[in-house]
């Protein structure tokens, strides 16, 4: 390509990654459909038929161009998004701007093909310089054909600032309390009613355990306290980030709202015999929810206590 197509082409994607013209397209649309719409409102005082007749046409026009602003906004902003967390020198994790933008995996992947389709990225020479690698989910850079970084340099780095930030987020081993604080949040994240219920439940489990705790130091001690909190709050809190955050079909969700359900009932149990101080019935309860997490493939052998 000669500088002047290179330029023109740079242009022509601006165009497209500002969606100038499709905003100018569908403000046109909207306006011309709206102003004949009310043009041609006299017709139904002839017949109702003759004036669904003059105005389906301009309703149509009128819809497409309101459709047409709506959907080139939602672009521009969800592709500026992006372009935060791009790295233009490197290699870019899709799975850290799922992360950092909450916005599912598969729809994040499909975006940023749309865009590599759309030539958004470009080098000197006016040629795509990206491509999607599908084992790592890395957004690839390229200089003449060439990776600008090794994937499996990206892959790794990923992996640990995902491991840092997990980390981050996880609160104290012996706070119940910010466990329950995690539940709290998420619940005003999550609409299903009977997926609040269930949490609810759970929250006011653990803060009544917390208190009781704190009434009784030395229940801390306590064989079932203490797989209680080293293990099941936190897997608890990760069950509720997999229903909220993760790309889960409509199986998987079902399952995850029973498996909440079926923790509600084993926390409200627990609770109910730690005032009582009933340990070995306790245990009992314990075991319901190693098998539930175990069910979803939460717990391993790091996790079994003897």
Known sequence: MSKAEIEKEKKKIQNKRTGRTSMIVGWICLFIGVMDLFSNMYA???????????????????????WLIRHTRKNVTKWNKYDTFINPNGNTSLRMIARKTGIPLNDVTKDIQEMINNGFFRDENGNNSAYLNGEYDILVMMKDGVPLE????????????????????EPAAADEEAYADLL???????????????????ED????????IKRNPDLKNNDSIRQLREIYLPKTVELVDKLRREDAG?????????????????????????YKREDEDTLIDIEVLKQTFEREGLLGS?????
């Not at 489990?205 to 009781?212: F, G, N």
């Open 44 to 66: 139904f005082n002839y017949s109702p038929l003759q004036g669904i007749q003059q105005t389906i046409l301009p309703l149509i026009m009128a819809i497409l161009g309101a």
């Open 150 to 169: 090794p994937v499996e340099e990206a892959a790794r780095r990923e992996e640990e600032e995902a491991k840092e930030e997990a980390a981050a987020d």
């Open 184 to 202: 709290e949040l998420a619940e005003a994240k999550i609409s299903d009613p009977d997926v609040i219920q269930s949490m609810k439940s759970i």
């Open 205 to 212: 489990s653990i803060r009544k355990i917390s208190r009781q």
């Open 250 to 274: 409509s199986d998987a969700i079902l399952e995850i709202k029973g498996m909440l359900n079926t923790c509600a009932v084993a926390y409200s149990n627990i609770k109910d015999k730690v």
């Open 302 to 306: 790091d996790f079994d206590f003897e």
